[in-house]
């Protein structure tokens, strides 16, 4: 690798699905992951193959199915675990083993009950069984940015002995500071003998707020070259080193960081939205790079220097990360084949003709009620139809509300159960209340409604609405997703798809577990 390039490692799918409620469906990933392979990410991290059986199908989909970067599954240091992800990802064209352990003595302690001496030999023989069977393999010492410098200089020379190609530094839980940060990776550089035998990554969270400062540092001070972030800065917690912050950083500032990645920046704002959509996380406005207000100006003095001088106040163009690439020309008298292409060109494959039919006929009922259409609306309508039948207890059939002044809300609706239609009504405090607790008299789940939020698709009175439902219910937590013209309708399909997904019992196992 040159040394004035920078790895842009993704871990959207695995670190970024951690963030609560933001689970994706197989179907999801791949479109994420071919999202991510247009933004010319070098790795994507697909999952943790070992945590559901659903998870390991979800990573040999996204192995099976990309060709231009390499793919990685997170493993703990067991051979179960690196069995599991070396069946998931064999079928890449290029794949990586990305295995870890904590090192801080209150994880050791408390989380694995291990001695230092035990860990040290557990990372080690993870390491060298991992390399037996990939020729790429990443090792991170979890807590790192907590654990004693000594020990961790211990157990990073034997993982790079034992054939770790990549040394992820992890700052688990948002604990450092980037100056020290920075210093702390360097002074690890120059105090392992063999440090030149591997790469050297950042992990960082943003429990602070400075997971982008933090990993930049470890970059510009410490002289790794691979930064571990996700699209939005989705993750667990608060987030995760955001990919559009770091890579327009290195772009922009190229004169401060010298170095380049391989990243087609045109496509972040796409994959943006649609990681946006497919979560139900939505981007606030001021969020550097992909919200709604980073390229817009309200000071008179702003727009007025702008217009004279964009460089006045802008140190990058909109058109750089892809703000203008969003409308497209299609309406209600555009053909099948040109919905087919345009799909293809978003990255959307459906698996089969009846359901390219089902989506284009609602989007032609869609074209009746919009004059224009947006790439946004075609992921919000292939979104609103992902979950797959065998998962889909709960259906929509029919619902009528009525509201007004003096009145008091009312809903009607007909809920499919597994086939059997139900009907119910309601009243609420809203039409959405009054919706709600129809669904609930039907559906009895007994979960607590978190979130309700809604966000327009696109511009105008006509946009489609998108409503993001957060449910929990016996400690899990889920997001539904629903986007509609009708706000209502939105709002029903979004409660529903999470009462879908809480039915969903997969068990996954969380990483940060102990082996």
């Given at each position: ?181 920075g210093e702390f990776i360097r002074t690890l550089r120059e ?291 629903g986007a509609d013209t009708d706000i209502i309708v939105a ?25």
């Open positions: 690798m040159s040394a004035d390039r920078l790895i842009i490692f993704d871990t959207t799918l695995r670190d970024g699905e951690q963030s609560p409620g933001a689970s994706m469906t197989r179907e999801e990933k791949v479109r994420i992951a071919k999202q991510l392979e247009r933004l010319r990410v070098d790795v994507i991290e697909a999952g943790f193959p070992a945590a559901s059986n659903g998870d390991f199908e979800a990573v040999r989909a996204v192995a099976n199915t990309i060709k231009d970067c390499r793919v990685a599954g997170l493993c703990r240091a067991n051979e179960q675990d690196i069995d599991r992800g070396v069946e998931a990802l064999k079928g890449a064209a290029s794949w990586r083993i990305h295995t870890f352990i904590a090192t801080s003595a209150l994880h050791m302690e408390k989380k694995l009950r291990m001695t230092p001496e035990q860990v040290l030999e557990q990372a080690q023989r993870a390491v060298r069984y991992a390399r037996e069977r990939c020729d790429d393999v990443e090792f991170s010492p979890e807590d790192a940015s907590r654990s004693d410098p000594d020990f961790l200089c211990r157990v990073l020379e034997a993982v790079i002995k034992a054939g770790a190609r990549t040394i992820n530094i992890a700052d688990t839980v948002g604990y450092a500071i980037p100056q020290q940060f105090r392992i003998p063999n440090s030149d035998k591997a790469i050297w990554s950042v992990h960082c969270h943003n429990d602070l707020g400075m997971a982008t400062a933090n990993a930049l540092a470890g970059v510009a001070i410490g002289g790794a070259r691979q930064i571990e972030c996700t699209i939005n800065g989705l993750g667990e917690r608060a987030g995760n080193t955001s990919l559009e912050e770091v890579v327009m950083a290195v772009k922009t500032r190229r004169d401060y960081f010298g170095l380049e990645t391989r990243i087609d920046t045109t496509q972040i704002v796409p994959a943006s939205r649609l990681v946006s959509q497919i979560t139900g996380f939505v981007v606030q406005p001021n969020k550097a790079i992909v919200g709604a207000n980073a390229f817009a100006h309200a000071s008179g003095i702003h727009q007025d220097g702008v217009i004279k001088a964009r460089q006045t106040y802008e140190i990058m163009r909109a058109e750089d990360v892809g703000w203008t690439a969003n409308k497209i020309v299609l309406g209600k008298l555009s053909g099948r084949n040109a919905f087919k292409q345009r799909l293809k060109e978003l990255g959307i494959e459906l698996h089969s003709e009846e359901a390219l039919n089902v989506a284009f006929q609602k989007f032609k009922d869609l074209a009746d009620k919009k004059a224009e259409i947006f790439d946004e609306d075609l992921h919000a309508l292939v979104s609103d139809e992902e979950v797959t039948a065998e998962r889909e207890r709960w259906k929509l059939v029919t619902l009528n509300q009525a509201s007004g002044i003096g009145e008091r809300p009312h809903a009607t609706l007909v809920l499919s159960d597994e086939g059997v239609e139900k009907r119910a009504e309601a009243e609420g405090d809203g039409p959405v209340d009054a919706t709600f607790k129809a669904i609930e008299s039907i559906a009895n789940s007994g979960a607590e409604l978190l979130l309700y939020s809604v966000n327009a698709v696109t511009q105008g009175t006509e946009s489609q609405g998108e409503v993001t439902v957060r449910l929990a219910r016996a400690g899990r937590i889920v997001n539904g997703v709002s029903a399909k979004a409660y529903v798809n999470a009462l879908n997904k809480l039915d969903n019992k997969v068990e996954r196992v969380n990483p940060q577990h102990a082996l």
